[in-house]
């Protein structure tokens, strides 16, 4: 067997770097022009000779002349700008591990069907060279897990330091649900400012190990903060969403939090009115609901059944042939259902005569139909108006003025019910035009609105900001007059209105950003208006977080730990690859 040869760094003179076969055989390749020799000829006379022949090689080429001696094989190369082999091996890996979880995929698809078919790919395409080099591409099960692992770790400290960079106090939004394995898990997003913008990002995904009481809550967000050396005072607020037993207002957590922070504001999200509306419901309102619940649950709770259903629908030629999951936690699959369930009120009533449901009875009451109506318009409001609070970056000024002008509209609806108009509940007026039924319950939606008036200033704090306070909106349509004459900066507002520039920056940008960029000119100003403007008003990116873990949480997958996965599929931030394979290639030289 003939000698092995091996790489010195003093090749590079040359033009050539090293690759490394999967025997472990070292073979120079030329940078140049990219060609690979054979292991013999990894000697200075032959690396010499094909450079000065191919390549015209003089004096000026010599590299060493140029740059000095390397310590190391990779300083070298860095240095020249060209990757190592061994560099665009872990590049490639990371970058799938990267798309991997992105796509919310288990770890073992590159192994069982990527790389087999990009194998298969490479050999057909381009021969058996490429296939070759793609065989060296780690993807195994634990090395994407670990790729994985390592990327949430880069974003997290990413996430970290901006928090500890922050110029103001961050916002905290918080929401716990049971994934399908039936463990609790909190997720977590914080909303701070990052080069004159305000920013959103995923903070963590923990599970409540035993209980899930509000102080339970309160210690795993201790303990997120503590692990990483940062104090709880930090957080300027925290919006949170559940019972006032858990984490609102009456709970140990909110006791919790304003014992180790008193200054830290609490909000509830505005973005679920529909408890509201339940609560406040008249007995037969409520009965109406809840037998509309029950029929659908008959519906779709039975395979049978909703099999039949279908191919009921698709028979006479329905466009809905399939309804939709009353949840708890889903709100606005409860306004949809109702919507759908009015518009195909006929249809549903045969079906439950051919199934002879014990719900026929409550279902064909006349009273039934006319609350369903009314159910189906009021949930359709709210959908809408939940809806447009659904958005990414929403403040609580906004969601406020939103939610206050829904509130307004009550006393609106009021005096037209009391009129007999029914304009603003299409589907209750539909019946009432065609049957002329349901002035009967005229009074009795009267009322409920009254209530909804009467409880929704309590239950989500629903009010404009302060006459004083308003400049925050339009610093230069403000009323100047309003603020008292010993307010401090009554006098930076009147300087910021003398300066178009920063007119036309306020009429060109978002209003949190205008603020974000007013933070070097008029920090006082600035402060006090991204106090009010960096909290959350809703748990909307919990939502769509805690969604996700529909795609991790998988019956073949109920022991998988998502931290990590969840962290690098939802979050902003992007992994710095090269510093973390700077940090692997390292470790790796260290332990040789």
């Excluded at 914080?190 to 309160?218: A, H, M, N, S």
């Excluded at 059944?305 to 030629?317: A, C, D, P, S």
């Excluded at 589907?427 to 409920?448: D, K, R, T």
Aim: a negative charge.
């Amino acid at each position: 067997m003939s000698k092995k040869r091996k790489w010195d760094d003093d090749y590079v003179r040359y033009w050539f770097t090293c690759t490394t076969e999967v025997d472990g055989t070292q073979c120079p390749q030329c940078v140049l022009c990219n060609s690979v020799f054979s292991n013999a000829d990894l000697r200075p006379s032959k690396l010499s000779d094909h450079f000065n022949r191919q390549h015209g090689g003089i004096a000026g080429h010599d590299l060493s002349s140029h740059l000095p001696a390397p310590s190391h094989q990779r300083e070298t190369l860095k240095a020249l700008g060209v990757a190592s082999h061994e560099d665009t091996l872990l590049q490639a890996s990371y970058q799938f591990a990267y798309l991997c979880a992105k796509e919310k995929n288990p770890h073992t698809i590159a192994e069982k069907l990527v790389k087999p078919c990009a194998l298969e790919i490479a050999q057909i395409v381009l021969g058996p060279d490429a296939q070759k080099k793609l065989e060296q591409v780690p993807l195994s099960d634990d090395v994407i897990h670990s790729r994985i692992d390592e990327m949430s770790q880069d974003i997290l400290q990413q996430v970290l330091e901006d928090i500890r960079t922050s110029p103001l106090r961050v916002g905290i939004q918080l929401a716990e649900t049971a994934d399908m394995d039936d463990c609790s898990q909190l997720m977590a997003f914080v909303r701070y400012i990052k080069e004159k913008e305000i920013v959103e990002e995923f903070l963590f995904c923990e599970p409540l190990q035993l209980t899930t009481k509000g102080v339970d809550v309160f210690n795993v967000l201790r303990g997120f903060f503590r692990k990483h050396k940062i104090a709880l005072d930090v957080c300027g607020s925290v919006c949170t969403d559940g019972a006032s037993s858990m984490l609102g207002e009456n709970s140990e957590f909110i006791a919790s939090v304003k014992k180790e922070a008193p200054h830290i504001t609490i909000t509830h999200c505005l973005l679920n009115p529909h408890a509201l509306v339940i609560k406040t419901l008249p007995v037969k309102l409520r009965d109406a609901l809840f037998t509309m619940v029950r029929v659908t649950n008959f519906i779709k709770g039975r395979a049978p059944n909703h099999r039949l259903f279908q191919t009921f629908f698709e028979e006479i030629g329905i466009e809905y042939n399939v309804l939709l999951f009353h949840t708890e936690m889903r709100w606005l699959s409860r306004g949809q259902i109702l919507t759908h369930s009015f518009e195909m009120y006929e249809e549903i009533n045969q079906f439950l005569h051919h199934q002879s449901s014990d719900l026929i009875d409550s279902f064909e009451n006349k009273e039934f139909k006319i609350h369903l109506a009314y159910l189906a318009d009021l949930f359709k409001h709210l959908n809408e108006l939940s809806a447009s609070m659904q958005r990414i970056g929403m403040n609580t000024v906004s969601a406020r003025e939103k939610l206050s002008a829904f509130v307004r509209k009550f006393a609106f609806w009021q005096k037209q019910i009391e009129k007999r108009n029914f304009t603003n509940f299409p589907f209750l007026e539909e019946i009432i035009v065609s049957n002329n039924e349901g002035l009967c319950i005229a009074a009795e939606i009267a009322l409920h609105l009254q209530q909804l008036s009467d409880f929704s200033h309590l239950y989500f704090s629903v009010g404009d900001l302060d006459e004083a306070s308003r400049w925050i909106l339009d610093p230069f349509l403000f009323n100047l007059n309003f603020v008292n004459d010993g307010y401090s900066m009554k006098n930076d507002l009147a300087e910021l209105r003398a300066s178009g520039q920063i007119l036309m920056e306020f009429e060109t940008m978002k209003l949190e950003d205008f603020w974000c960029a007013q933070l070097t000119v008029f920090p006082a100003l600035a402060k006090v208006a991204l106090e009010i403007l960096i909290p959350f008003a809703t748990t909307y990116l919990c939502e769509l977080g805690l969604s996700s873990l529909l795609h991790f949480k998988a019956k073949s997958r109920s022991c998988f730990n998502m931290s990590d996965d969840i962290r690098v599929a939802i979050s902003k931030k992007v992994p710095r690859f090269s510093e973390i394979i700077e940090q692997k290639l390292q470790v790796q030289q260290k332990s040789l």
